[in-house]
């Protein structure tokens, strides 16, 4: 089991930037998958980003590529999303997760959520 804790999440203007840290304790983070979701009020939780244990793959939402930037640092057991050209859409609870196997990220360990809002 992983247990995670999110941070670096407020309030920011549209065309603003954040980064999102998640920090993961437990001896196998090295080998576990990790990623962000997000669920906005009133909506259904959605995928953002993941990343391989490894670091060597990446994937995004498309609603997110060009914008935000997940990467891993396995010494520091810490994963990151950095989030650049937000914008009022982007604000929701953000979500990290982790999982043994990157396909079933969206059922392994969660953290407790940061919020991001976006004002326009």
């Known amino acids: 089991q992983v247990q995670l804790v999110e941070s670096g999440g407020g309030l920011v203007q549209a065309g603003g930037s954040l980064r999102l840290s998640c920090a993961a304790s437990?001896?196998?983070?090295?080998?576990?998958?990790m990623g962000w979701f997000r669920q906005a009020p009133g909506k259904e939780r959605e995928f953002v980003a993941s990343?391989?244990?490894?670091?060597?793959?990446?994937y995004y939402a498309d609603s997110v590529k060009g914008r935000f930037t997940i990467s891993r640092d396995n010494g520091e057991n810490t994963v990151y999303l950095q989030m650049n050209s937000l914008n009022p859409e982007d604000t929701a609870v953000y979500y990290c997760?982790?999982?043994?196997?990157?396909?079933?990220?969206?059922?392994?360990?969660r953290g407790q959520g940061t919020q991001v809002t976006v004002s326009s």
């Open positions: 997760y982790a999982a043994p196997n990157i396909a079933t990220l969206r059922f392994g360990s």
């Open positions: 437990g001896r196998t983070f090295n080998s576990y998958a």
């Open positions: 990343i391989t244990w490894s670091g060597g793959r990446t």
